[in-house]
């Protein structure tokens, strides 16, 4: 599903990430990586598959799409140290060659010299490319001369058919001047978004996405 943003193109990708086409980049929220070790820790019985699953996808992400840079809007890693940070440098060499960036999230509590240490380029609060901003936490005062890309929420909409029958998804949410992206990670649960006058929402699953409103 593309979409056009200040004649910029970006396509919506059923893998709950952005592909900016004018700059061959990746918009990434909300991996949180970690979580599920941390789970396992803590005697949750959640497989470990789970956790290979982020890394399998992310790996689909690059081979379908060939970024020359990602940019990881935030909550990368889950908390404290695990060993699921190992995996994730390993990764991080598998793809030397494409630039990454992050912009810290609530959950981001790791040194920031690890980041530096495996070639991710930190930004604290915002990133901000041409008309563009990059961030975490969804803003409420709107610049209407930027466009705001934002995580944390793990949106998910709930789409009501015949019969009482429901369905609940993630989903994309764009309004005139800001779009929040679904959490790309597993096991991160979502929190509901309305439809409202002049947004957006497209729901996704594996296989599509489609538009409502």
């Not at 290979?52 to 992400?61: M, Q, T, V």
């Not at 920031?112 to 990059?134: A, T």
Request: charged share 25%; proline share 4%.
């Amino acid at each position: 599903m593309r979409i056009e943003i200040r004649n910029n193109h970006f396509d919506l990708l059923t893998q709950k990430a952005i592909f900016w086409q004018e700059k061959e980049t990746l918009l990434i929220g909300d991996l949180h990586l970690g979580k599920i070790t941390h789970f396992r820790k803590e005697g949750i019985a959640i497989p470990q598959i789970a956790a290979e699953n982020n890394f399998e996808r992310l790996d689909e992400l690059l081979q379908n799409t060939r970024p020359v840079r990602i940019i990881f809007l935030g909550d990368l890693f889950h908390n404290k140290y695990n060993s699921e940070w190992e995996t994730f440098a390993e990764w991080r060499k598998k793809y030397h060659f494409v630039e990454m960036i992050i912009v810290i999230g609530n959950h981001d509590v790791l040194p920031i010299s690890l980041f530096l240490e495996n070639n991710i380029d930190v930004y604290k609060n915002d990133f901000e490319e041409d008309d563009f901003i990059f961030t975490h936490h969804p803003k409420v005062e709107l610049d209407p001369l930027k466009f705001v890309f934002a995580g944390h929420i793990h949106p998910v909409f709930t789409s009501y058919g015949k019969g009482r029958q429901s369905f609940r998804l993630p989903c994309f949410v764009v309004d005139k001047h800001q779009a929040i992206l679904p959490s790309f990670g597993v096991f991160t649960g979502g929190f509901g978004v309305d439809l409202v006058a002049g947004r957006k929402i497209y729901m996704l699953t594996e296989e599509r996405i489609f538009a409502v409103g």
